[in-house]
């Protein structure tokens, strides 16, 4: 939807004033002016980018770290209950150094 509206603008709101101006302006610019407009949208984007592609590792960094506390607090739980390394280390997926480490 947002790609439609970037597209298709409609000039009577003031967003559509303010993309018809900005346009206008552009249109005006001298070709070196027109180079470093480009370069400077090429930099804003490729930092976007970046950003929004760190961004999304540290959520993705974030889901692993949480899903690994899950895994160990149920370790802990099971190994309380009496229940042998070795099944711990099946449902869990922790190493037996991991689970023979932790605290109960």
Do not use: C, H
């Amino acid at each position: 939807m947002t790609e439609f509206r970037e597209k298709y603008i409609n000039p009577f709101t003031d967003y559509g004033f303010k993309k018809l101006f900005e346009t206008a302006e552009i249109a005006k610019f001298s070709k070196e002016e027109y180079q470093n407009y480009e370069d400077s949208l090429k930099y804003y984007r490729d930092l976007k980018n970046s950003l929004d592609t760190a961004r999304e590792e540290g959520r993705e960094e974030g889901r692993e770290e949480g899903e690994r506390k899950k895994q160990i607090e149920i370790a802990r739980g099971m190994k309380r209950d009496g229940l042998s390394i070795e099944l711990i280390v099946k449902y869990t997926g922790l190493s037996k150094n991991q689970i023979e480490g932790l605290d109960v």
